[in-house]
């Protein structure tokens, strides 16, 4: 119980001094900063494929289906693993419905050529992804069979073919899914909320980085541990913008704008 208060402590002093740090629209001078955040960040349109996806988010949580399996990612702080649902899985682990919306924008705002993410889960933010850009190859891993399994079937709903599930271990699949993809575009690191585990990461996909390529990093605040890698991520020398929105931190590989390091509120 103590463990727990100071783990929810520590996440409100994080999220507090986020705020208190954090940059408004207004205060925003880069040109390419400004544009992202008024024509990604704040953008209200509302698609259809939000609709679609919605639908697929609440059959989900209402799955009370209990696999007999571990993932290979870190357990959610959440859930109690020996007696979690596919539901409950759904609810604490897939990207929220405002996150999934701003990542649709911002792929459909970047139109990358090409896609990776690692982490598939349930499939959410894999369709929010692909459907932002659907004539974009897009590569997805997931180390649990059962999620593989119940993500394909999402995926089959909104019959989106440019995806590509490769089950496994990260460290495993990972080469594979860069030979196929060659440079890599635009990368969503998600399902391993470990310090050592995202810099390896990091460091394996850098040099397969295509030119102004951008990487988006899933609970930059989960742990003390989660903290210290964002921070050696975005001290990157290749590294000339970072994003902090509190629960996502995104990584712009762009040469010629300013090197900024900037926390926004959306």
Request: include cysteine; glycine fraction near 4%.
């Amino acid at each position: 119980m103590l463990g727990s208060l100071k783990e929810k402590l520590r996440l409100v002093m994080d999220y507090l001094r986020f705020r208190m740090d954090a940059h408004s629209r207004y205060s925003i001078h880069s040109p390419f900063l400004f544009e992202l955040v008024n024509d990604v960040f704040r953008d209200q349109r509302h698609y259809y494929a939000f609709d679609e996806i919605k639908k697929i988010r609440f059959q989900l949580q209402g799955n009370k289906t209990k696999p007999f399996e571990s993932d290979f990612g870190e357990k959610s702080k959440s859930l109690d693993v020996e007696k979690k649902t596919i539901g409950e899985i759904a609810r604490v682990t897939a990207l929220p419905d405002d996150y999934g919306k701003m990542m649709f924008r911002l792929v459909s705002h970047l139109k990358p050529d090409n896609m990776l993410e690692l982490g598939t889960g349930t499939g959410i933010s894999s369709l929010y992804l692909a459907a932002a850009a659907a004539a974009s190859p897009f590569i997805t891993i997931e180390g649990s069979p059962v999620l593989s399994d119940i993500a394909e079937a999402n995926f089959k709903v909104m019959k989106l073919n440019n995806i590509l599930l490769l089950p496994g271990k990260f460290h495993e699949i990972l080469p594979q899914a860069i030979t196929r993809l060659e440079k890599l575009h635009f990368v969503f690191i998600d399902g391993d909320h470990k310090k050592q585990s995202l810099l390896q990461y990091m460091k394996i996909i850098k040099p397969h980085l295509a030119k102004n390529a951008t990487v988006v990093i899933d609970d930059i605040y989960w742990s003390p541990d989660m903290k210290e890698a964002w921070h050696e991520c975005i001290h990157l020398p290749e590294v000339t913008l970072s994003v902090d929105m509190y629960r996502l931190g995104i990584l712009f590989f762009r040469k010629g704008i300013t090197k900024q390091h900037l926390k926004v509120v959306v």
